[in-house]
């Protein structure tokens, strides 16, 4: 099972910042937090990751808290094009690296 | 900027019948994954390979699943033979390091 908890919907006026919470609370000290999105059906689509420090790249900026039992995933100007599933995957620390999906935050952006 | 290949995007057969998923992973990556999700539910895992043998498989990936790297571009996922609950979108992913990148998908309907 997937060990985050994500809130099923939200929703931003386009232009907005997006501010999408996922819980964490069993993650284990040396696991990483990556977050993906969704458009429709298509493959998912890697946004960041982080251990314990607060990352940004040219998606998006995570931040994760101190106790490492949450994290924000940040996109600071929502375009129409955001709308998007979006998943919080805490990667399995075994010998295949692999991720277990949740349903993830449907995030609808508003004109 | 590199990605992940998948081939066919849309694969209609007949139930019975064997179909075999094409992926081109990024060149330097060396771990192979395939996922899948049946319309309106969440991501799965299936398979991962490395080093030419699977390194872990889930209770979905049995007798019927069979991957292969016939030559140094290709990754291939056959299902021997197809069931109706076999319909989904299939995702091939691939890794260097600790990030893994998928593919558009292939939609896989089973008649």
């Known amino acids: 099972d997937a060990k985050t908890t994500q809130p099923p919907s939200m929703d931003c006026a386009e232009g907005r910042a997006a501010n999408l919470p996922c819980n964490h609370s069993t993650i284990s000290g040396n696991e990483y937090v990556y977050w993906y999105r969704q458009i429709h059906s298509q493959g998912p689509q890697y946004i960041i990751h982080?251990?314990?420090n607060n990352e940004t790249n040219e998606m998006a900026s995570l931040i994760i808290t101190e106790d490492r039992k949450s994290s924000t995933l940040i996109l600071p100007h929502a375009t129409l094009r955001d709308t998007a599933v979006y998943y919080c995957?805490?990667?399995?620390?075994?010998?295949?690296?692999?991720?277990?999906f949740g349903s993830g935050t449907r995030l609808l952006v508003r004109p | 900027e590199p990605e992940v290949t998948q081939t066919p995007s849309h694969q209609v057969t007949q139930m019975g019948q064997e179909v075999i998923l094409r992926c081109v992973p990024i060149s330097n990556h060396l771990y192979f994954y395939w996922y899948r999700q049946i319309l309106g539910q969440k991501v799965e895992f299936l398979v991962s390979f490395y080093n030419n043998e699977i390194s872990e498989k889930s209770e979905i990936f049995d007798d019927q699943f069979s991957v292969e790297r016939p030559d140094g571009s290709n990754f291939t996922l056959k299902i021997r033979s197809t069931k109706l609950e076999d319909s989904a979108m299939y995702f091939c992913a691939s890794r260097e390091a600790g990030t893994q990148y998928f593919g558009p998908g292939t939609r896989l309907t089973v008649l």
């Open positions: 995957i805490v990667r399995v620390m075994d010998s295949s690296y692999k991720l277990i």
């Open positions: 982080g251990l314990k």
